[in-house]
């Protein structure tokens, strides 16, 4: 039932979808919103991309470690505890 272990790391990577598409969409509605709305700064590519991929990283250390506890317990164990 499930996945092997070696199978399991790769799998939510090869499912999400691309940052560079939503980088571009996240650039365009910024630079239109800038010439419409007092207040709002074009903020550059650059720094939308370090800031996705800044949380990208946080995301998925976060995931990791309860990901990984997960794998090293006996799944019959788990549900004879509960």
Do not use: C, H, Y
């Not at 239109?32 to 800044?54: D, K, N, W």
Request: proline fraction near 7%.
């Amino acid at each position: 039932m499930g996945t092997s272990r070696a199978a399991a790391p790769g799998q939510p990577v090869g499912r999400s979808v691309p940052l560079s598409s939503d980088l571009l969409k996240l650039s365009t509605v910024n630079v239109l919103l800038a010439g419409r709305l007092f207040g709002v700064v074009v903020v550059s590519p650059v720094i939308l991309a370090v800031t996705g991929a800044l949380l990208i990283a946080v995301a998925g250390g976060a995931a990791s470690i309860p990901a990984r506890a997960a794998t090293r317990l006996d799944p019959v164990r788990a549900l004879r505890w509960e």
